[in-house]
Nanobody, 127 residues
């Protein structure tokens, strides 16, 4: 079973950038679809971006044009580059793995599909 460790969160001013990392152990990330979710205060968890086993990417409307998800198989790590951050992006960000989808384009933002979650990393956008 894969274990995930999310990192890279912090405090950033509006318009700034952050890069989140999701590093896996126990299995190879290329066997899974990996998705970043976030939960803002008082709101439900929502999907942000997904990268499939074959490195296809899918973004929700909140992320399109500003965020970029990528994967480094050698480091067994998925990244979320977040640019033009706004206060409404303030949330706890989680990475999650949906498997076993090796060699497929599968990507999902359906939370019940995910059995493996990282611990979350806090992103705060404030001046």
């Amino acid at each position: 079973e894969v274990q995930l460790q999310a990192s890279g969160g912090g405090l950033v001013q509006p318009g700034g950038s952050l890069r989140l990392s999701c590093t896996a152990s126990g299995s190879r990330l290329e066997y899974y679809a990996i998705t970043w979710f976030r939960r803002a205060p008082g709101k439900e968890r929502e999907g942000v971006a997904c990268i499939g086993s074959v490195d296809n990417t899918v973004y929700t409307d909140s992320a399109k044009g500003r965020f970029s998800i990528s994967k480094d198989n050698a480091k067994n790590t998925v990244y979320l580059q977040m640019n033009s951050l706004q206060p409404e992006d303030t949330a706890m960000y989680y990475c999650a793995a949906d498997g076993f989808y090796y060699g497929t384009y599968h990507c999902s933002f359906n939370i019940p599909d995910y059995d493996n979650w990282g611990q979350g990393t806090q992103v705060t956008v404030s001046s």
